[in-house]
Nanobody, 126 residues
Framework: QVQLVDSGGGSVEAGGSLTLSCLASGSSINAGSSRYCVGWFRQVPGKERELVAMVDADGDPTYGDSMKDRFTISKDSAKNTVYLQMNSLKPEDSAMYYC????????????????WGQGTQVTVSS
């Protein structure tokens, strides 16, 4: 059982930066059984969720094509937190961003992760 709280969204001008945080807690965290993947997804109303970035249980990252070289996902195991640093933001990056986790890399990548945060809105103006 994992609970995720994502935060850090806001409004920023094009070219700016934001850092999102995903704090994980729950019995699996407390028990030290935290061998799951964590990812960031984004969604615009009327469209499907899109993979932004994810890390496997060892912290190795994977990025969506449009996010590579602009976004960086990282994890701080001591703080049970995963971060998404977003640079060179574009108006098309505007979306609701969700933190998600699952023990399965493939399930998480598909957008069907078992655990989800509440979402944090990112708005990029031109």
């Amino acid at each position: 059982q994992v609970q995720l709280v994502d935060s850090g969204g806001g409004s920023v001008e094009a070219g700016g930066s934001l850092t999102l945080s995903c704090l994980a807690s729950g019995s699996s965290i407390n028990a030290g059984s935290s061998r799951y993947c964590v990812g960031w997804f984004r969604q615009v109303p009327g469209k499907e969720r899109e993979l932004v970035a994810m890390v496997d249980a060892d912290g190795d990252p994977t990025y969506g094509d449009s996010m590579k070289d602009r976004f960086t996902i990282s994890k701080d195991s001591a703080k049970n937190t995963v971060y998404l640093q977003m640079n060179s933001l574009k108006p098309e990056d505007s979306a609701m961003y969700y933190c998600a986790a699952d023990v399965s890399w493939n399930i998480l990548k598909s957008g069907h992760g078992l655990w989800w945060g509440q979402g944090t809105q990112v708005t990029v103006s031109s």
